[in-house]
C-alpha cells in the first residue's frame, strides 16, 4: 500500500526568504506526482505535474523535482510572499487514483 | 471555464436526513471523482467516474450512493449517516489518462448530528 509522507509538518518563515518542502513515497511505481496547495475550508489548486519519466518542472517561482528510484519530490519555492500561506499536498498517482500525502503548512509573515 | 462547481458548500443533517450533494463542471472532462476530507487529514479518494460509469469504489458504506446523470454532473447521495462522516467533500475532475491534472471544487462541508 503506497504510504505518502511530508516533511516538515508545519513551517513558518519570514517573506523573502526560500524554502522546500519534502515529499516521500514507499512505492516508486508511479505514474506521476502532483503537488497542491489548500487554503483553509478550501478545495485544492494544482500547482504542479511531474511525470514519472520527468526529473523536475517549473512554474513561476515554484520548480518541482522528482526521484522515482529514492522515492522523493521536493517543492521548491523562491523569493516566499505571504500570499503563499497555505497548506501545500504532494499526491503520488496511479491509475485514475492520488494518493495524497500528509501536508506541510506554511506560513509567510510579511 | 476552468471551474468545478460544488453545491452546498455547507451542509447540516440528521442521521436519519436523505441528502445530497452536487457538482458540475463544464471543461469537457470525461473523469469525475469525490474526495473526503477530515480536518487536518489528506484528501482520501471515494469514488471515481470515468465516462459516466463507475471505475474505482474504494469501499465506501453504503450510507454514500454516487450517480453520475451525465458527462457534466455528479452527485453523492447521503442516507443514515454517522456523526463520523462530518467532514469536507470534494469533488474532483480531469481528463482520463494517466498524467491529467485533476481540477478540485472548493467543497462541501458536511455536519452530521
Known amino acids: 500500500k503506497q504510504e505518502v509522507t511530508q516533511i516538515p509538518a508545519a513551517l513558518s518563515v519570514p517573506e523573502g526568504e526560500n524554502l522546500v518542502l519534502n515529499c516521500s513515497f514507499t512505492?516508486?511505481?508511479?505514474?506521476?506526482l502532483q503537488w497542491f496547495r489548500q487554503d483553509p475550508g478550501k478545495g485544492l489548486t494544482s500547482l504542479l505535474l511531474?511525470?514519472?519519466?520527468?526529473r523536475e518542472q517549473t512554474s513561476g517561482r515554484l520548480n518541482a523535482s522528482l526521484d522515482k528510484s529514492s522515492g522523493r519530490s521536493t517543492l521548491y519555492i523562491a523569493a516566499s510572499q505571504p500570499g503563499d500561506s497555505a497548506t501545500y499536498l504532494c499526491?503520488?498517482?496511479?491509475?485514475?487514483?492520488?494518493?495524497f500525502g500528509t501536508g506541510t503548512r506554511l506560513l509567510v509573515s510579511p | 471555464d476552468t471551474e468545478v462547481t460544488q453545491t452546498p458548500k455547507h451542509l447540516v443533517m440528521g442521521m436519519t436526513n436523505k441528502k445530497s450533494l452536487k457538482c458540475e463542471q463544464h471543461?469537457?472532462?470525461?473523469?469525475m471523482y469525490w474526495y473526503k476530507q477530515k480536518a487536518k487529514k489528506p484528501p482520501e479518494l471515494m469514488f471515481v467516474?470515468?465516462?459516466?460509469?463507475?471505475?474505482i469504489n474504494e469501499s465506501v458504506p453504503s450510507r454514500f450512493s454516487p450517480e453520475c446523470p451525465n458527462s457534466s454532473l455528479l452527485n453523492l447521495h447521503l442516507h443514515a449517516l454517522q456523526p463520523e462522516d462530518s467532514a469536507l467533500y470534494l469533488c474532483?475532475?480531469?481528463?482520463?489518462?494517466?498524467?491529467?491534472?485533476?481540477?478540485f471544487g472548493s467543497g462541501t462541508q458536511l455536519s452530521v448530528l
Open positions: 474532483a475532475s480531469s481528463q482520463p489518462g494517466l498524467n491529467e491534472k485533476l481540477f
Open positions: 512505492d516508486s511505481a508511479i505514474y506521476n
Open positions: 511531474i511525470q514519472s519519466s520527468q
Open positions: 499526491a503520488v498517482g496511479g491509475f485514475q487514483k492520488l494518493v
Open positions: 471543461m469537457g472532462h470525461r473523469a
Open positions: 467516474y470515468s465516462y459516466e460509469k463507475l471505475s
